[in-house]
């Protein structure tokens, strides 16, 4: 069974560290990242519908892992895009959240949080800490990598790092 470690952080740069950590333990898919736009560098393709991040002349639509200012972040494979969620306007968002937020326009991060078996009260404050310019950090694991997920996390600085 999977759990889950999740933290927010207060910089993009301790949050870019922590993920290039966990991407060279191992956990690659598993990572989500959730921030409001303007805390990822890049551009919006409104023609295509999703977050297009530069990094070395490739965006991370086309697949590009490595590289660029965002690339601890705008590194996580699959399910990249930004959304805008009523009340937080545009986020960016990556890993397997992108899926669950694609139907937060009703119940924001909270209520999508809630999906993934996050608390309410603890949902509502991430969502706050969010709006607020914060970088939401979650990993999926099973129970035996779950502790050293949440250890990388402390390491660089996660607020409220929480194991569920």
Request: overall charge negative.
């Amino acid at each position: 069974m999977a759990n889950m470690v999740i933290s927010t952080f207060d910089t993009r740069s301790k949050a870019e560290q922590a993920v290039n950590e966990l991407r060279q333990k191992g956990f690659n898919q598993e990572i989500s990242v959730i921030a409001k736009e303007e805390m990822v560098a890049g551009r919006f393709d409104r023609n295509r519908g999703q977050r297009d991040m530069e990094l070395g002349g490739d965006s991370i639509s086309d697949g590009a892992t490595t590289g660029g200012v965002l690339g601890g972040l705008a590194g996580l494979a699959a399910g990249v895009g930004a959304l805008a969620i009523p009340g937080l306007g545009p986020l960016f968002a990556a890993g397997p959240i992108a899926g669950v937020l694609s139907g937060a326009a009703t119940g924001g991060i909270a209520g999508s949080l809630i999906d993934w078996g996050i608390p309410e009260a603890q949902g509502r404050q991430i969502e706050q800490d969010i709006r607020s310019g914060k970088i939401m950090v979650a990993v999926q694991s099973d129970s035996n990598n779950i502790n050293e997920a949440a250890s990388v996390l402390r390491k660089y600085g996660a607020n409220s790092v929480n194991i569920h």
